[in-house]
């Protein structure tokens, strides 16, 4: 998502890039968790919607597919990913703009965007990498827009604490490290978000699975302290 420089694939290897939708769709309950996160959004029709790190661009064809909006964009830093993206929204005749950009220099305008989507993007960055990206989010977020991610989170059990360890080892120690340790919440809050939740959690093959929801402060977009909520989980 950043320079090339230290920048990880989806996989963490190039070569991997076209098994990506396959491994995704196999080892990760993909639809189930894209389904929640898009449940969770609640996006409106005509609402513009961003995906960061959107990837091959299954979450916001799912969106298409489910509602009227047509207006939605695509982040990611792989040209080569993006090439496979844009096949699948030809195929799929949906007018989905994807554009090749660095998260931490998204190239929209202030305050532009109702929901700002991320699946399985942050965990790739550093902690300096994360409090950018999140500062971006909320500059293109509309006043009371929303920013809703499903990510690596803290392992709700000692089976999944021990399968982390395969993240943590393909995406690096680091990188992972404030996603384990349940961090994120407070990142959000400290970019400036407000009404910060973690909300529903799936066991995977590789660890806890966690959905996060935050909101742009509607008034003057200081930032304000956000809550907690009690974390569910799906088995």
Same mark, same amino acid.
């Given at each position: ?28 309950? &993909?639809?189930?968790?894209? *389904?929640?996160?898009?449940?969770? #959004? ?28 047509? /207006? ?30 660095? #998260? ?6 202030? #305050? ?18 994360? *409090? ?21 989170? /803290? ?5 999944? #604490? ?12 680091? /990188? ?5 340790? +349940?961090?994120?919440? *407070? ?19 590789? @660890? ?5 929801? *935050?909101?742009?402060?509607? @008034?003057? +977009? &200081? ?13």
């Amino acid at each position: 998502m950043f320079a090339r420089k230290g920048y990880l694939p989806a996989l963490g290897f190039e070569f991997l890039t076209p098994l990506y939708d396959p491994l995704v769709r196999l080892t990760l309950r &993909e639809a189930a968790i894209k *389904a929640c996160l898009l449940r969770q #959004a609640r996006i409106r029709p005509d609402d513009l919607v961003l995906d960061i790190g959107c990837g091959t661009g299954t979450l916001l064809l799912m969106q298409a597919r489910q509602g009227p909006s047509s /207006r939605a964009v695509g982040l990611d830093g792989d040209g080569r990913i993006l090439g496979v993206a844009r096949r699948k929204a030809r195929a799929a005749a949906r007018p989905i703009i994807f554009v090749q950009a660095l #998260a931490g220099a998204i190239p929209l305008p202030d #305050a532009c965007c109702d929901r700002v989507l991320s699946s399985l993007m942050l965990h790739h960055l550093t902690r300096q990498q994360k *409090a950018t990206t999140l500062g971006e989010a909320l500059r293109v977020l509309r006043p009371g827009g929303e920013l809703h991610v499903a990510d690596w989170g /803290r392992p709700h059990t000692a089976l999944m #604490a021990g399968l982390s360890w395969i993240v943590r080892l393909t995406d690096g120690w680091e /990188r992972t490290a404030d996603n384990v340790r +349940g961090r994120l919440p *407070a990142l959000f809050q400290e970019a400036g978000f407000q009404d910060v939740a973690a909300t529903t959690s799936f066991a995977t093959v590789f @660890g806890t699975l966690q959905l996060y929801q *935050a909101r742009r402060p509607a @008034g003057s +977009g &200081e930032p304000s302290s956000g809550h907690g909520e009690t974390e569910r989980s799906h088995p």
